[in-house]
């Protein structure tokens, strides 16, 4: 039987890095700024690497070089991403570093034909780390790519009050000191669910889906739904 070995090169720039988002394009990745908000360190630039988000479903894939994070998927329509930003999807904790990909996350219709930015937040061991994506948003569905894939981890639905606390702003860090991304049942404030839904995979990631509104009305508004896409693994909800 021969084992498959990673060059030692691979081995010290994957534990370099925080979080990698494999698609769409991002503006930029430097590990060193990483935690600098709203796009890690760097500037959205309209007249370069623009791609087109459809707000029907898109997917987002990334890899997580830690052995917890809370994912957080906003948008905002300044282009400069200092305001405005919109929380699109139920903050999402994955246990165990590896690839995750959310194969479709939607956008209010609002934002179709206008341009702006997409912006992904890790909350880690490490703090708050940062990446943008400068898109036009349009209407309609893309299929996954093939980078849109799950590995051996764990997906579930959390509270996470400092990836909450940069919606609507531009996004530095709350004062509060770092610490490990913690997964909980919704306090009875302005986002709760009626339950609070987990989903664990014992062999690959759940790809969770919910039907949830992004509006200000709150998350008792919507019934939160999961559907999970089995990739080779049974899971326990």
Not at 123 to 133: E, H, I, N, R, S
């Amino acid at each position: 039987m021969k084992s498959l070995l990673l060059p030692p090169l691979a081995l010290a720039g994957l534990a370099a890095a925080h979080f990698q988002l494999l698609y769409p394009k991002s503006i930029g990745f430097a590990d060193d700024n990483e935690g600098t908000a709203p796009c890690g360190g760097f500037t959205p630039d309209f007249s370069k690497d623009v791609v087109d988000f459809h707000i029907g479903g898109e997917a987002l894939a990334m890899l997580l070089v830690h052995p917890q994070g809370n994912w957080l998927f906003r948008v905002t329509a300044d282009q400069k991403a200092q305001t405005g930003w919109e929380q699109i999807f139920p903050i999402v904790m994955q246990g165990g570093l590896g690839n995750f990909c959310e194969p479709r996350v939607t956008v209010p219709d609002s934002y179709v034909g206008k341009k702006g930015v997409v912006g992904v937040v890790s909350d880690t061991a490490d703090g708050l780390l940062y990446q943008c994506v400068t898109v036009n948003f349009v209407a309609g569905s893309a299929d996954p790519p093939s980078v849109c894939k799950n590995g051996t981890v764990k997906a579930s639905f959390a509270d996470d009050a400092k990836l909450s606390a940069l919606v609507g702003t531009g996004g530095s860090a709350p004062s509060s000191p770092a610490s490990s991304p913690t997964s909980s049942a919704p306090s009875a404030g302005t986002q709760t669910t009626t339950a609070a839904p987990k989903a664990t995979s014992t062999g690959a990631a759940a790809t969770l889906k919910a039907a949830w509104s992004p509006s200000g009305l709150g998350w008792g508004n919507a019934v939160t739904v999961l559907s999970m896409v089995v990739l080779g693994a049974a899971f326990v909800i």
